[in-house]
């Protein structure tokens, strides 16, 4: 019951992202870590998107093997913006990775809109992150969200995501997307 509960948020959540938040994007490259939970959530973002826009979009799974082609996949792709679908139980792991790809994609000179969602924020894997300067100023260089949830008004919120001078995250609200009641009760419960 809990997989259930949690996979539909996933998807519920993918649909606003790829429905509503990314509507104005051309070019969209998802970044996922490589496992399921993640790969549910991207193809979410990914059929909710082509369904609404006729655009171009990519996604590629991340690991420890692969993070040099998920670089140059990306480099080569010039997307509009960068969806980081790395969420899951995984911080150390999500830590290396997300460190990795994102120094290399400072060096590679990368630049697009940068999405992050709520459960690393929450769990500091980005502000962690962050300590390395490669990741900090690939993302001073470059626009920075975050996507949150208030279950309790209902709510998906993108936020600029804004570092200060201690390397610490600051999320300023830019939009609000209402949530349907029902996908409302299941954020409460699988918060």
Known sequence: MEKDILFQKLVYLGNII???????????AVVSLDNFQC????????????????A?????????SNVEKVVQKTVSFSPEAIILAFGGEEDKRTEE???????????????????????????????????HESPLR???????????????????????????????????ALSEYPISFDYARLLKIAY
């Not at 626009?143 to 279950?151: F, G």
């Open 18 to 28: 790829g429905s509503r938040i990314l509507s104005d994007y051309n070019k969209i």
């Open 39 to 54: 790969n549910v959530f991207s193809a979410s973002i990914e059929s909710s998107y082509l369904a609404t826009n006729i």
């Open 56 to 64: 171009r979009f990519t996604h590629t799974s991340i690991s420890e």
């Open 97 to 131: 990775l997300l460190t990795q790809l994102l120094s290399k994609l400072f060096a590679a000179e990368c630049h697009a809109d940068l999405f992050f969602d709520a459960v690393n924020l929450k769990k500091k894997v980005v502000e962690n992150v962050i300590s």
């Open 138 to 172: 690939f993302l001073e260089e470059n626009n920075t969200y975050a996507i949150t949830i208030d279950p309790e008004e209902g709510i998906v919120m993108l936020n600029e995501a804004i570092i200060n001078k201690d390397r610490k995250i600051e999320l300023y």
